[in-house]
C-alpha cells in the first residue's frame, strides 16, 4: 500500500475504536459542558457579564485540557503487541501521521463544541468568527501535532502520564500565546491583516513540528 492508503487505514481503526469505547469521547464532553456550565454559575450569581479577556482565557484553558485528556491516550493505550503488528504491516511514518490527523480531527471536534457552548451559555463576544474558527483550527492542529509525539516519546518512558505533562506543557507555551493573541484579536474585531504575522507563525510552528515527528518517529519506533 502507498503510505496515504495506509494512513487512511489507520485513522478508520482508530475512528472505529473510538466509536466502539465511546466511554472516553462522552468524558470529554461531559468535562467541556460541566466546565462551562460552572463558569456560567461563577459569573452569573456575581450578576455581571462575562469580560471578553476572561471568556478568552477560559476558552483556552478549557481547550488545553481537554487536548491533554484526548491525546494522552494517544499512544498509551496501544498494547506491545499491537504495536509489534503495526511494526510489520505498516509504515511508522503512517503511523505518526494517521495518529496526528485523527487526533486533531477530534480536537476541532471538541473545540467547535466548546465554541457553540460558549456562545449559546455565556454569551459570543466574538467580532470576526472567521478568524476565530481558523485561529481555532490551526490551535487543534498544532496541540494535536505537538502532543501526539510527546504521548510516543512518553509511551516508552516507565512513568508515562508525568512525562506527558512536563514534555508537553512547556512545548505548548509558546504556541498558545500566539493562540491566545489571535483570538483576542477576533474578539475585538481587528481585520486578517492585524494576525497575520501571528498566524503564519502558527503555521510554521505546525509544520516544524510535523516534521520532525515524520523524521524522528521511525528511530522512536525503533526502540
Known amino acids: ?24 469521547l462522552n468524558g470529554m464532553l461531559l468535562y467541556v459542558s460541566s466546565t462551562v456550565f460552572v463558569c456560567y454559575l461563577s459569573f452569573s450569581s456575581r450578576g455581571g457579564q462575562l469580560p471578553a479577556p476572561a471568556w478568552n482565557a477560559l ?38 501521521l494517521a495518529k ?37 483550527a490551526l490551535g487543534a492542529v498544532g496541540f494535536a501535532s505537538t502532543l501526539t509525539l510527546v504521548s510516543g516519546i512518553a509511551a516508552k518512558a516507565t512513568n508515562s502520564s508525568t512525562l506527558m505533562a512536563v514534555l508537553g506543557f ?20 481587528l481585520e486578517f491583516e492585524a494576525s497575520r504575522s501571528s498566524l503564519l507563525t502558527l503555521v510554521a510552528l505546525n509544520m516544524i513540528v510535523g516534521a520532525v515527528s515524520y523524521l524522528l518517529f521511525p528511530f522512536l519506533w525503533r526502540s
Open 1 to 24: 500500500m502507498t503510505l496515504l492508503s495506509e494512513i487512511w487505514v489507520l485513522m478508520q481503526k482508530d475512528f472505529r475504536l473510538e466509536w466502539r469505547q465511546r466511554a472516553a
Open 59 to 96: 476558552f483556552w484553558i478549557v481547550l488545553l485540557f481537554s487536548a491533554v485528556n484526548a491525546v494522552a491516550k494517544g499512544f498509551l493505550q496501544e498494547s506491545r503487541g499491537r504495536m509489534l503488528y503495526y511494526y510489520t504491516v505498516v509504515r511508522p511514518q503512517a503511523v505518526i
Open 100 to 136: 496526528i490527523l485523527y487526533n486533531a480531527l477530534l480536537l476541532l471536534g471538541l473545540a467547535l463544541v466548546a465554541f457553540g457552548l460558549y456562545a449559546v451559555v455565556l454569551g459570543n463576544p466574538v467580532q470576526n468568527v472567521g478568524l476565530f474558527v481558523g485561529n481555532v
Open 170 to 189: 512547556p512545548l505548548m507555551v509558546p504556541m498558545l500565546l500566539l493562540l491566545i493573541k489571535v483570538s483576542k484579536n477576533a474578539l475585538d474585531g
